[in-house]
């Protein structure tokens, strides 16, 4: 891996002999749509303006103040260079002035800077200690930023955040929103841990791998892709597709693209009567793991079969259906079966 400190400016050198070529810069970074959604308008291409401030240098500059040559592969840590990349992410949430805003992995600041810059309040949790710290350094003079140091997977939401929100929206009703630049290999927990929290915000806009966000917005339940991770998306909410972000935007370089996808929470008013957020992923978990099962049969360590049986013809489907048939159906089996007092 290439030091960050041999990519930072160097001083100016007497212009080199004819015999010496001049090294070219590299191509700037920029965003295309993806080839694979090909039902949604495309979105504006983004592309780093010369002579603009593209979030290169100064991401250099903030991961050499703090004595840091390289990002740690760990943490799945790969940083954006691409400040319009940053824009767009924000534009797509609907960032505006007095918004509430949960980042993850707030890494450099860069996607930060756009947040605060739109006026937004931001949250960060970042497991980093050296990171947070140089956030913390680079914004500590503003009121509008609270950082956190804690893994995000570990992080109770409810007892952390909604106390921050309530204070900024001044203990009235309002909804914040998440908007990250999330490390890939933690993207899939971050979502589900999230999902479910449509009392606390209304719209969740990440960048995840690119393989990723095209699952859990387009998959299709006659897809080989379709996983117990597509009916949560879409019990808890609509997802999006936004916009593909080629690889050659962070650093360092991952082997594969990225790409923006919103979800639309729905309220949690508008949840059915689940229960334990438990015992629905159990539910949907342990008919995943017999797809080519009965229905009945893959939950009946759950439920008795004729409890299941009546849960299906309640909403029209045969007792006979297998696994692999799974919808958001589910959920209302599910609703059922508790209400006739049966799973636990």
Request: net charge positive.
């Amino acid at each position: 891996m290439v030091a960050l400190t041999s990519l930072s400016p160097a001083p100016p050198r007497p212009s080199p002999s004819p015999a010496t070529p001049r090294r070219r810069p590299p191509p700037p970074p920029h965003v295309i749509p993806s080839p694979h959604v090909r039902s949604r308008p495309a979105p504006t291409v983004v592309s780093a303006t010369p002579g603009a401030t593209d979030g290169y240098h100064s991401t250099i500059r903030s991961l050499n103040s703090r004595g840091r040559h390289v990002p740690r592969k760990s943490l799945g840590q790969n940083y954006m260079l691409n400040s319009k990349v940053n824009e767009e992410l924000v534009a797509a949430a609907g960032v505006e002035e007095g918004d509430v805003v949960l980042e993850i992995g707030p890494g450099t600041g860069s996607l930060t800077e756009a947040l605060l810059a739109a006026g937004a309040t931001v949250f960060a949790v970042e497991k980093d200690k050296h990171m947070a710290t140089l956030v913390n350094d680079r914004f500590g003079s503003t009121e509008q930023l609270k950082i956190i140091e804690e893994d995000i997977t570990k992080f109770n939401v409810r007892s952390h955040f909604v106390p921050f929100l309530e204070e900024k929206s001044h203990h009235s009703k309002k909804y914040a929103k998440v908007v990250s630049n999330l490390p890939f290999n933690i993207s899939t927990d971050v979502v589900k841990l999230l999902l479910p929290t449509g009392d606390v915000f209304s719209d969740m806009v990440l960048l995840l791998q690119d393989e990723t966000a095209l699952r859990l917005a387009d998959a299709s339940i006659q897809t080989p892709e379709y996983r117990p991770i597509n009916v949560f998306v879409n019990f808890y909410s609509e997802p999006e597709y936004k916009f593909k972000v080629e690889r050659t935007n962070f650093f360092p370089q991952p082997k594969v693209d990225g790409a923006v996808i919103s979800f639309k929470l729905k309220n949690a008013g508008d949840y059915p009567p689940v229960g334990s957020q438990k015992s629905f992923f159990s539910m949907v978990n342990s008919a995943f793991n017999g797809k080519r099962k009965m229905l009945r049969k893959s939950l009946q360590h759950l439920c008795s079969s004729s409890e299941i049986e009546a849960a299906l013809t309640s909403i029209g489907l045969p007792v006979t259906v297998i696994s692999l048939s799974l919808s958001l159906s589910l959920s209302h089996t599910y609703t059922h079966t508790h209400e006739e007092k049966s799973c636990a």
